[in-house]
T-cell receptor
Framework: GAVVSQHPSWVICKSGTSVKIECRSL??????MFWYRQFPKQSLMLMAT?????????EQGVEKDKFLINHASLTLSTLTVTSAHPEDSSFYIC??????????????FGDGTRLSIL | AQSVTQLDSHVSVSEGTPVLLRCNYS??????LFWYVQHPNKGLQLLLK??????LVKGINGFEAEFKKSETSFHLTKPSAHMSDAAEYFC????????????FGKGTMLLVSP
């Protein structure tokens, strides 16, 4: 149980294009999903917290207009990197917590998306 | 805010020998702590969690960790390393905020040699 599917796993695109990454909870409902960014050989940095039916909460220093987050249902959150540039190249990981879990229960992670901007 | 310090960026062991990955935390409250493992180009898999129950926590794949409040430590151990254990390990603390936000340590790369 508690499977989170992230798609695509790998994407390469030209500078200036927009890229959408999907995060789905397959066997549970998630009121809250989280988006992280991970640079090579570094830890995960929280970018934003995605709340179903409301606006995402972004961490300090993360551009809201650059990284658009939509959490339209209890099983799907999307991250769109708009007008991507080479410096946006990174490994993006989503996670979700089962809405039935009480606080401090672990998050379930997707397998990540490797984004490469040429 | 809470914080986590992983004391070693790399740990090298031989297959069949014990594993010790060290983690210290800083918290104003009794924290919830986790260990996650990440294989190359993959997401994170939960190894074990401490949420104020038993201080010795057993996880998957033979890993365990002991919560020591007096030492503010949550070290991860395994009696005998396997080649498949080679990966990045993250010690994580859960914040006492609305979303139980996770704060990650910088990670420890475990290298296992034959």
């Amino acid at each position: 149980g508690a499977v989170v599917s992230q798609h695509p796993s790998w994407v390469i695109c030209k500078s200036g294009t927009s890229v959408k990454i999907e995060c789905r909870s397959l066997d549970f409902q998630a009121t809250t999903m989280f988006w992280y960014r991970q640079f090579p050989k570094q830890s995960l940095m929280l970018m934003a917290t995605s709340n179903e039916g409301s606006k995402a909460t972004y961490e300090q220093g993360v551009e809201k207009d650059k990284f658009l987050i939509n959490h339209a249902s209890l099983t799907l959150s999307t991250l769109t990197v708009t007008s991507a540039h080479p410096e946006d190249s990174s490994f993006y990981i989503c996670s979700a917590r089962d809405r039935r879990d009480y606080s401090n229960q672990p998050q379930h992670f997707g397998d990540g998306t490797r984004l490469s901007i040429l | 805010a809470q914080s986590v310090t992983q004391l070693d960026s790399h740990v090298s062991v031989s297959e069949g020998t014990p594993v010790l990955l060290r983690c210290n935390y800083s918290s104003s409250y009794s924290p919830s702590l986790f260990w996650y493992v990440q294989h190359p180009n993959k997401g994170l898999q939960l190894l074990l969690k401490y949420t104020s129950a038993a201080t010795l926590v057993k996880g998957i794949n033979g890993f365990e960790a002991e919560f020591k409040k007096s030492e503010t430590s949550f070290h991860l151990t395994k009696p005998s390393a396997h080649m498949s254990d080679a990966a990045e390990y993250f010690c994580v603390v859960s914040e006492f905020d609305r979303y139980s936000t996770l704060t990650f340590g910088k990670g420890t790369m475990l290298l296992v040699s034959p």
